[in-house]
């Protein structure tokens, strides 16, 4: 029997992210992790910009996403070398179609609220452009009806982010190992570790469920309702091949338009063009012909430009989705030492890695610098 001091169950972007803040603080910290296929960190476009985002109508969420956003530059600077997969590349919120237009002033007018309300997005880097501007910006793009320049927007590797988390956590003295943890061992009211399918027992005074969409599971061993459900994410990516244009790829903004869609540009022409959002698709990470319909149908619409490009794959993610559209975060009632990190939906590169820091301090008894009150899971009984 193996004993720390916690033992993080998931090693996505969220539980990436506890452990490396735990060892970061002198917490002995096993992450243990069982790679399922369907992760939604490793199939996620990765925008962090939630002023656009359409869950920025909730002054929860928001709050919360800001905080989130902000802290990005701060961890990457502190992690080991360069390759993290995070940066500022802008981001163009665009109106493609006559239809689009109300919707377009209704999100332009509640961020001008929110730059009055909290200093963001800024208005010194927020600015209309015309269409001929913006495909200055992004080649592809269509002829759109109207377009904002967010200059401040950015994008994240999920995948690259959550390696370099994992790595820099190493060094700190994370162990970290694959496997299915099986059960959550408690004794009088308290976690004393985990169990897993390999017959391996490990003692910890603490335990964070960070297993996304799977986190449910452990509900039973913890006496509580994890309301978490997968809803399928399919993301094309693209290679548009070398383009006549005055910028790499790698520089081009963020698109996001209406219709869930989305295109994020990354180095030697990738494009990754999104998403679907499936609720009910249970654990299958399928791709579907349906799927690709919906997102090429709505990528070209968006991106005429795009007609050419090459397909180069199709990942998809099954999002940890709670029926308020907020995160379950922070200790569970009914345990003493056991603490959740899931429920973050279509939006979890972009909250993931804060929420990782806030858990972590909550489990060294540490007061969060943001009140974990509002997405504590005793809320849904509330």
């Known amino acids: 029997m193996s004993e720390h001091d916690a033992v993080v169950v998931g090693g996505g972007l969220v539980g990436a992210s506890t452990a490396y803040h ?42 919360f996403a800001l905080e989130a956003a902000d802290y990005y530059p701060e961890l990457a600077a502190a992690l080991d070398g360069d390759d993290h997969g995070y940066a500022r ?29 909290r200093g963001r997005p800024r208005a010194d880097r927020t600015a209309e452009i015309s269409a001929e501007r913006a495909r200055e910006l992004y080649p592809p793009l269509a002829d759109a009806e109207r377009v904002t320049h967010y200059a401040d927007g950015a994008r994240v590797d999920g995948r690259a982010f959550t390696a370099a988390l994992c790595e820099t956590g190493r ?25 897993t399918a390999a017959g391996d027992a490990y003692d910890a005074d603490a335990v964070v469920i960070a297993g996304g969409a799977w986190s449910p599971r452990f509900g039973a061993d913890l006496g509580v309702d994890v309301p978490v459900e997968p809803q399928r994410g399919q993301i094309l990516h693209l290679d548009v091949g070398p383009l006549d244009a005055p910028r790499p790829s790698g520089e ?18 990738r494009v990754a063009c999104g998403a679907t959002r499936e609720t009910g698709s249970g654990f299958a990470p399928s791709v579907t012909l349906e799927g690709l319909r919906e997102v090429s149908t709505e990528a070209l619409r968006v991106a005429p430009g795009l007609a050419d490009a090459r397909h180069v794959e199709t990942r998809v993610g099954l999002r940890p989705a709670s029926p308020d559209g907020l995160p379950i975060l922070g200790p569970v009632p009914s345990v003493e030492g056991a603490f959740l990190a899931t429920g ?12 990782g820091k806030l858990v972590a301090d909550a489990v060294r008894g540490v007061e969060p610098e943001t009140d974990l009150k509002p997405f504590r899971v005793d809320r849904f009984g509330e």
């Open 344 to 355: 973050h939906g279509p939006t979890g590169l972009t909250l993931g890695p804060y929420s």
């Open 171 to 195: 060094s700190l003295g994370v162990t970290t190992e694959r496997g299915d943890v099986t059960g959550i061992r408690v004794e009088n009211g308290s976690v004393r570790g985990v169990t």
């Open 22 to 63: 735990l060892a970061r603080n002198g917490t002995e910290t096993l992450l243990i992790d069982r790679e399922d296929e369907g992760r939604a960190t490793d199939a996620g476009a990765g925008i962090v910009f939630p002023a656009t985002s359409s869950r920025s109508a909730s002054p929860t969420w928001f709050a």
């Open 89 to 117: 590349t802008g981001l163009l919120s665009v109106a493609v179609d006559p239809d689009e237009v109300d919707d377009y002033l209704e999100e332009k007018r509640r961020t001008e609220r929110r730059t009055a309300e």
């Open 252 to 269: 081009w903004p963020i698109v996001k338009a209406f219709r869930h869609q989305y295109q994020v540009p990354w180095p030697d022409g």
